[in-house]
């Protein structure tokens, strides 16, 4: 029984240059969240998607950063025109369904470490 | 203030110690508490849920107060595996149900 997949691990990229995050969620799990955590930092929330729906993305930077959940493949954080700032862990998570005794409890993936030269 | 804060320590205890972190809240109407593990440059996983009655589990319990805003984990009989860095997890009321709030950890070293 997979868990939640990320990948790649390990991403570098030039200043300037784009950064396709994947992320597939745990078998029957229609909830998606994806979490940057920088150096020395907490996990802060970006976006929560459903399939074919972005439900909240207050917490991504209005700028180079969206997200989607395609109705077929993985979820997709795309960081168009990275910057150093940029550098840090970012985690995926699922969820049957936001709410409800146990079915909202997040499951992350291994996460994808992006550096940025 | 932040919304979720934690002592970062790091806390060093020796095998068999019994050590015991909180983590306090700002928002008074937060309704669903958790404590994650996150190992080095792992991703956080599922420690226990946090209830109103506590709770427990084997080693570990975790206890609410509601009234001064904190929750904590009790950690018995420390093993070396125990290491990690420990983050609390709050829901406020507000946010709906998935805009998980993470402290920034506490880190445990159990020490041979």
């Known amino acids: 029984n997979a868990g939640v997949m990320q990948n790649p691990r390990h991403l570098v990229r030039r200043r300037g240059q784009e950064a396709r995050l994947r992320c597939s969620p745990m078998?029957?799990?229609?909830?998606v969240y994806w979490y940057r955590q920088l150096p020395e930092e907490g996990l802060k929330f970006m976006v929560y998607?459903?399939?074919?729906?972005?439900?909240?993305e207050s917490g991504m930077p209005k700028e180079r950063f969206s997200a989607e959940f395609p109705k077929e493949g993985p979820s997709i954080l795309r960081i168009q025109q990275v910057v150093r700032g940029d550098s840090a862990a970012y985690f995926c998570?699922?969820?049957?369904?936001?709410?409800?005794?146990?079915?909202?409890?997040?499951?992350f993936g291994p996460g994808t470490r992006l550096t940025v030269l | 203030r932040k919304e979720v804060e934690q002592d970062p320590g790091p806390f060093n205890v020796p095998e068999g110690a019994t050590v015991a972190f909180n983590c306090t809240y700002s928002?008074?109407?937060?309704?669903?508490f958790f404590w994650y593990r996150q190992d080095c440059r792992k991703e956080p996983k599922l420690l226990m849920s946090?209830?109103?009655s506590g709770n427990e589990d084997g080693r570990f319990t975790a206890q609410l107060n509601r009234a001064s805003q904190y929750i904590s984990l009790l950690i018995r009989d420390s093993k070396l595996s125990d290491s990690a860095t420990y983050l609390c997890?709050?829901?406020?009321?507000?946010?709906?149900?998935?805009?998980?709030?993470f402290g920034t950890g506490t880190r445990l070293k159990v020490l041979a």
């Open positions: 998570a699922s969820s049957t369904a936001p709410g409800g005794a146990g079915t909202d409890t997040q499951y």
């Open positions: 078998k029957g799990h229609s909830h």
């Open positions: 998607l459903q399939k074919e729906n972005i439900i909240d």
């Open positions: 928002n008074s109407a937060s309704q669903s």
């Open positions: 946090v209830y109103s």
């Open positions: 997890v709050v829901i406020p009321a507000t946010s709906g149900t998935y805009k998980y709030i």
